[in-house]
């Protein structure tokens, strides 16, 4: 595991410096290369946006309760933020008003309805097994049609109040912001590991202002000696979007500098590039590109 707060790069320096050595053979039989040669290495930093939250829907809609609906929705505790499970639920929307009415449901005969199992008709097509006949039976759930008001309960009376349906679906990610670089480290911090304290880095700092004002310094910024190049910016632009995304609930995100090597082998043949990182357990890991 990676404790210490200069471990990371004292790693990644460490395995930087067997690219010469021990891990060119490993990165040759990737290759399936009898033989690499060094021939440049540059130091560049992604950017791993760790987002915790979940895609929420929500709709509320004008509805006809008996009073047992009612005072059941009237107590439903909306699930905890941050659950890392999905749901979906209906609660009252408070802010409504709620009206006392006579059941709309039950006009014709108060407290008895259309029944729900025949429709209201009073009677079943019954098939048989076996038989491809069927025979027409009486409901046995109703009276020529009428049960008990669904609505209403049989009360006749009802509630028009306004009901919020929420579904929602968790949603955890450590999106690697890199757009050439995404699939090679797609294995350094898979969600839910996080990269070590001494990476986290704020994206939204001062460094892209220059301290003399209204003048825009290059967003070449660097993480101990690795660039960012254009990560920097697209960073901000994925933050950005999360935050502002309408169906999308933020609980948590956080930003870090994932600094790499991007080394260039050339062999008999050809030239081959990798990139090198320091993974979640601690130990380097290669990606061929
Ligand atoms: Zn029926
Ligand atoms: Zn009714």
């Not at 449901?105 to 029944?115: A, L």
């Not at 097994?129 to 109703?142: E, I, L, R, W």
Request: with cysteine; charged share 20%; glycine share 8%.
């Amino acid at each position: 595991m990676i404790e210490s707060p200069i471990q990371y790069l004292a790693k990644l320096n460490h395995a930087r410096q067997s690219l010469d050595g021990p891990l060119i053979e490993s990165i040759a039989r990737a290759v399936g290369e009898s033989s690499l040669q060094l021939v440049e290495h540059h130091r560049i930093a992604a950017v791993l946006i760790a987002v915790r939250g979940g895609f929420q829907e929500a709709w509320s809609r004008r509805e006809e309760l008996s009073t047992d609906l009612y005072e059941k929705l009237d107590a439903v505790d909306a699930p905890a933020r941050g659950t890392r499970v999905p749901f979906n639920f209906r609660e009252l929307d408070r802010a409504q008003p709620v009206q006392r009415s006579t059941c709309s449901n039950c006009r014709i005969r108060p407290g008895f309805g259309p029944c729900p199992r025949c429709s209201g008709v009073g009677v079943l097509l019954v098939q048989r097994p076996g038989s491809d006949n069927s025979t027409v039976q009486d409901c046995p759930a109703c009276d020529d049609g009428f049960a008990t008001c669904t609505v209403c309960g049989g009360s006749t009376e009802s509630l028009q109040a306004t009901v919020r349906y929420v579904n929602y679906k968790p949603f955890d990610t450590n999106h690697i912001v890199s757009a050439a670089y995404r699939d090679a480290l797609q294995g350094a911090f898979p969600a839910p590991s996080v990269p070590p304290d001494e990476l986290a880095y704020d994206v939204e700092g001062s460094g892209g202002q220059s301290p003399y004002r209204g003048q825009q310094v290059s967003m070449d910024r660097d993480f101990h000696g690795h660039r960012f190049d254009d990560a920097l910016k697209q960073a901000r632009a994925f933050v950005q979007r999360v935050q502002s995304a309408p169906n999308f609930i933020l609980h948590e995100l956080q930003t870090y500098a994932l600094p790499f090597v991007l080394a260039t082998f050339d062999s008999p043949s050809r030239t081959h590039r990798s990139v090198l990182y320091i993974g979640a357990d601690g130990t380097p890991g290669v990606s061929v590109l």
